[in-house]
């Protein structure tokens, strides 16, 4: 399995997340942020990961693939 431009996009919504505090969500509006953001967002909130259909907060198992991604790519940029 290739990683689609889809689940790209998702994972680069994922990144954004502060882990430091559960406290902090994001929202990502759809007159400010790009058309392919908003669909990713939509796509992580089916998915479960996201509370809310604009970003939210992340739920557990959004928590644990937003940690994922964040190592894989601290891996793999490490600057």
Do not use: W
């Not at 509006?29 to 970003?55: C, I, M, P, Y």
């Amino acid at each position: 399995m290739l990683y689609t431009q889809d689940l790209m996009e998702e994972l680069n919504i994922l990144v954004r997340y502060n882990l430091e505090t559960t406290l902090e969500g994001l929202k990502v509006h759809q007159s400010q942020a790009s058309s392919t953001a908003v669909a990713a967002t939509q796509r992580l909130f089916a998915k479960g990961l996201v509370s809310q259909e604009d970003g939210g907060y992340l739920t557990t198992m959004g928590r644990e693939a937003a940690e994922q991604a964040q190592t894989v790519l601290h891996l793999l940029n490490p600057s």
